[in-house]
C-alpha cells in the first residue's frame, strides 16, 4: 500500500521541472533574440517559444485537476502513468512549435487525449464512489469476480 503514496509527488515533480526546463529554454530565446523584459513580442522564432510556454501553463491547472481526481477515485498507478505520457506529449508539442506552428499538432492532440482520458477515468471513479457510498454498489468488486 505505500506505494499508492508515492505516485503523485513524482508525477507532479516532475510536471514542475518541465516547466522550470520551458522557462529556461524562454529565458535562453530572450538572449538569443534580444528580447528584454518585459517585452513579449519580436522575432517570430521568439514568439513561438514564448507562446509555446504559455500555452503548456494554460492547461497545467486542468491537468492537475484531471490527474489528481483520476488518481483519487479510479486508480493512482494508472493516473500517473498518464500524467507522464502528458508531459511526454507537452515536451513534443513546447519543440514542435518551437520550430513551426504545424509541428504542434502531434504534441498537442496527445496531451488533449491524455486529459480526457483522466477526466473519463476521474468521473468513472466517483461514479462507482457515488454508487458505493449511497446505494451499496461498488461496480469494481462485481467485474473482479468475472
Not at 507532479?12 to 538572449?31: I, S, T
Not at 488518481?71 to 500524467?83: D, E, I, S
Amino acid at each position: 500500500m505505500w506505494l499508492y503514496q508515492f505516485t503523485f509527488p513524482p508525477a507532479v515533480d516532475e510536471n514542475f521541472q518541465l516547466f522550470c526546463y520551458f522557462a529556461l529554454q524562454v529565458g535562453k530565446a530572450r538572449l538569443k533574440y534580444k528580447v528584454m523584459p518585459p517585452a513579449v513580442s519580436g522575432s517570430p522564432e521568439f514568439e513561438r517559444i514564448f507562446r509555446a510556454q504559455q500555452n503548456s501553463l494554460e492547461f497545467y491547472p486542468v491537468f492537475i485537476i484531471t490527474l489528481w481526481v483520476a488518481g483519487w477515485y479510479f486508480n493512482q498507478v494508472f493516473a500517473t502513468c498518464l500524467g507522464l505520457v502528458y508531459i511526454y506529449a507537452r515536451h513534443q508539442y513546447f519543440w514542435g512549435y518551437s520550430e513551426a506552428p504545424k509541428k504542434r499538432i502531434t504534441g498537442f492532440r496527445l496531451s488533449l487525449g491524455v486529459l480526457a482520458l483522466l477526466a473519463v477515468l476521474g468521473a468513472v471513479g466517483i461514479t462507482n464512489s457515488f454508487l458505493d457510498e449511497y446505494l451499496d454498489l461498488n461496480i469494481a468488486k462485481k467485474l473482479r469476480h468475472f
